[in-house]
């Protein structure tokens, strides 16, 4: 006689009836985090999730057990993802003062600083800050975030979010696009290949002409631009304090922004994104 009982049958079909949920959303999470994430482990995280979901779940709740599941599913899965996590704070802390080092320095001179420059003000060396840098871009998403480095729980926007929480998503994913596509040609061609295309930035120099120092350089020009160019439009209290109105430097960013609010309107920005926020196919 087998010891399986009407309630273990159920709670079986359940699982198997919903494990193609658990593939709907990986799927939905993979198109939001670095490619590095292992397909596999993440499935695996999410059938065992499922597996608890089918035996915690209460009928007297009133709540299908599809939107129950999703919900167990998508913790497993961020909790999976926090586990990839590796970046420590103190890469975070050190991104932030070379990133406010960098900033600085270049409203203080009226040109990108180089590595040495940035290494003096910070009072470390150059092997320092081009680790540092190395350490921060391997963890960095980019995302909305302001584009720093973020944990797991900034990798993945909520699914479920409401009409109007999605709007905004994708309104500023159409900034995004938007400041990308407004960079200067070297600053855009370096975002292109190095975060987009995932091109070796060895090759990306080669294209270029330049070292693969001076790509690190345009590198952060770039996500500094990018992130101020947002915060602008988006977010104005987070926006870096701008150089003097007269300086050169202050001038080319204004009119960088400018440029990102030309470039479009809201119909525009939402159209780059489907209704589920994924970006549609250019």
């Known amino acids: 006689m087998s010891g399986v009982t009407p309630v273990d049958r159920r709670r079986e079909d359940i699982v198997q009836e919903h494990m193609p949920l ?39 709740r009133g709540v299908p057990f599809a939107r129950f599941a999703a919900a167990r599913v998508r913790g497993a899965l961020l909790d999976e993802l926090r586990g990839l996590d590796w970046a420590s704070r103190s890469v975070r802390q050190r991104a932030r003062r070379t990133d406010t080092a960098r900033q600085e320095l270049t409203a203080e001179l009226g040109r990108t600083p180089t590595v040495q420059e940035v290494a003096d003000r910070l009072g470390c060396s150059v092997e320092d800050i081009e680790h540092a840098d190395d350490d921060v871009h391997r963890a960095v998403v980019f995302s909305l975030q302001g584009f720093a480095t973020a944990a797991a729980d900034d990798m993945v926007t909520e699914p479920s979010a409401g009409p109007e929480e999605m709007l905004i998503r994708r309104e500023k994913l159409g900034y995004l696009r938007h400041a990308v596509d407004a960079l200067p040609d070297r600053l855009r061609a370096v975002v292109q290949g190095y975060f987009f295309d995932e091109r070796p930035m060895a090759r990306i120099a080669d294209d270029l002409g330049v070292t693969e120092s001076r790509v690190s350089q345009l590198r952060a020009e770039a996500l500094g631009l990018l992130r101020d160019g947002l915060n602008t439009h988006l977010d104005p209290s987070m926006a870096a304090q701008a150089p003097p109105k007269e300086g050169c430097v202050a001038r080319r960013r204004a009119a960088y922004y400018d440029q990102i609010s030309a470039r479009g309107d809201l119909r525009t920005r939402l159209a780059m994104t489907g209704p589920d926020g994924l970006p549609r196919a250019a």
């Not at 590095?36 to 995280?45: E, F, I, T, Y």
């Open 22 to 60: 658990v593939g709907h959303l990986v799927r939905e999470m993979l198109a939001r985090v670095p490619q590095h994430v292992n397909r596999d482990d993440l499935m695996s995280a999410g059938y065992a999730a499922l597996v608890h979901a089918a035996r915690g779940f209460d009928t007297d």
